[in-house]
């Protein structure tokens, strides 16, 4: 994490800040002698904020059988924490909602949003969770380290978010490559300085990682998780984005498909109740039929093996983001998750007797970008080839930075063939590629590869020889002339100390 840039979003004197009436009634809250009238009458002193909780009370959304006219009658009916929220609700969006951010896609943020608190409500209530308005509260405030990384990085982080797009799950990853900071480590950090209570910062700080809360909250946790996979169902059908949230929500809660069709079109119901009373343009909500729809069409393109395997390829994205181990500069992985990764599929090779491949990348005249740019310009490169390693890695694989200048590729269930056309592939998009390596200074580079592969048979007895091989056939590749590809390709099947390899 970068420390350093943190530090300069919390101490920026543009950083969002909770309002006092917000700040007052957590206060009040967090009082082991709760004074109910103090808090109803904070909440009444704001006319329009007392206004706005009273219409919702009253709204189809909690179903209330008889109408409520005072805050306090509003807490005795509906309970201390659904006003809460509310209140807390109706302050944060309307303090945050009017910042000025030109470039920021601020109806964008606020529509998903109240996706996302909509859907974790109805999660957290089906599942008949304690904390069903807490986890309403978590999803309006989670992605606040967005609007404090627009205040304090600017149009940079902007043109990021911007580029991501709807794909919301993607942008804390390429934050982190970008800018070794993502937008819930700051809202983290944000919510310990705003001393918020655990049952709100705790899934804050983990509604894109739940595995990481393996504690009393940990099903509030997953139901704010699921709240931000309904919203991506909603805000981005073209993608199979419906059967992940299908999935999760039968890991988390173990409820199937039916179930999970039910509560979308809850959310439905509960998004078009309180957009207006919000004042967030939800454009038309999607209708739950069409969405399924979609996602229907979108998986008749694939075969029921594509269909296996994109569970399989989810479930194991999600252990590498909660496990993997990064290089500081690239965001790709280091070399100790390198060695960690190919250790364990290299043993299930043998044991299932299915190929593995290394891809072994070491960056020509490296050192000349140093000498004649500096370190800078040279770290700019690193990271950008960095991108387009792992943009070409499968993503059953893992790509990692080695050392230096070194970069390596992991394919698990990659034969040599197979292998051999990636690295040429990756090769030629390298050699295409223009590197913006400064304001004014454009660069372009070129790889050396070198590749290996172990086929189930006895060749290859250990991961070092499998490393070693890759590693000559990029030597092999750099006394050829550099900007090429080498297989490493063993002659027979005796192990690697007495066989004559050759590398074509």
Request: one cysteine or more.
């Amino acid at each position: 994490m970068n420390q350093e840039l943190l530090q300069k979003v919390l101490r920026s004197p543009r950083l969002p800040s909770l309002p006092t009436i917000a700040l007052k009634v957590i206060d009040l809250c967090r009082q082991s002698d709760i004074n109910i009238k103090q808090i109803a009458t904070t909440i009444s002193n704001d006319p329009a904020l007392s206004t706005k909780v009273l219409k919702t009370a009253n709204s189809s959304f909690y179903g209330l059988s008889q109408m409520v006219s005072t805050i306090s009658h509003a807490i005795v009916i509906l309970g201390l924490n659904s006003v809460k929220t509310l209140a807390l609700g109706f302050s944060l969006v309307g303090n945050f909602r009017d910042q000025n951010a030109t470039g920021f896609p601020m109806i964008e943020f606020w529509r998903r949003s109240l996706y996302s608190a909509v859907s974790a409500r109805t999660i957290a209530r089906h599942v008949n969770l304690p904390e069903q308005e807490e986890a309403f509260l978590c999803c309006l405030m989670q992605d606040l380290g967005m609007l404090a990384l627009s205040q304090t990085l600017g149009e940079d982080y902007d043109a990021l978010v911007v580029e991501t797009g709807s794909e919301h799950a993607k942008l804390w990853r390429n934050e982190r490559k970008q800018f070794d900071l993502d937008h819930m480590q700051v809202v983290g950090a944000m919510a310990g300085k705003w001393k918020l209570p655990k049952t709100l910062s705790k899934p804050i700080r983990h509604h894109h990682v739940p595995s990481q809360s393996k504690d009393e909250l940990e099903s509030l946790t997953q139901a704010v998780y699921l709240g931000n996979l309904s919203a991506d169902a909603f805000l981005d059908t073209r993608r199979p984005n419906v059967e992940k949230f299908f999935n999760k929500l039968n890991q988390c809660f173990k409820l199937n498909r039916d179930v999970g069709e039910h509560l979308l079109g809850q959310v439905t119901k509960g998004v078009n109740e309180l957009a207006d009373l919000f004042e967030i343009d939800t454009e038309k909500v999607p209708d739950v039929q069409d969405i399924l729809s979609d996602a229907k069409e979108t998986l008749l393109e694939l075969s029921l093996e594509s269909q296996s395997q994109a569970i399989e390829l989810a479930e194991r994205n999600q252990k590498l983001q909660e496990q993997v181990v990064r290089d500081p500069l690239t965001g790709i992985a280091n070399r100790g998750r390198f060695t960690e990764f190919l250790s364990k599929h290299f043993v299930e090779a043998q044991v299932t007797d299915q190929p593995i491949s290394v891809i072994f990348i070491d960056v020509d005249r490296f050192k000349s970008v140093n000498d004649d740019h500096g370190h800078l310009v040279g770290d700019s490169v690193l990271v950008t080839l960095a991108g387009l390693m792992d943009e070409h890695c499968p993503e059953t694989g893992l790509a990692a930075r080695y050392g230096g200048e070194e970069f390596a590729l992991i394919l698990p269930r990659c034969d040599r063939l197979g292998a051999a056309r990636l690295a040429e592939s990756l090769r030629q998009a390298v050699e295409k590629h223009t590197i913006q390596a400064a304001e004014e200074l454009t660069l372009n580079v070129t790889i050396s590869l070198g590749v290996s592969s172990f086929d189930g048979r006895q060749f290859f007895q250990r991961p070092e020889q499998l490393i070693e091989s890759a590693d000559k056939a990029v030597y092999v590749a750099k006394a050829s002339g550099r900007n090429c590809v080498r297989v490493f390709v063993p002659k027979c099947k005796t192990p690697l100390k007495q066989a004559a390899p050759t590398v074509a």
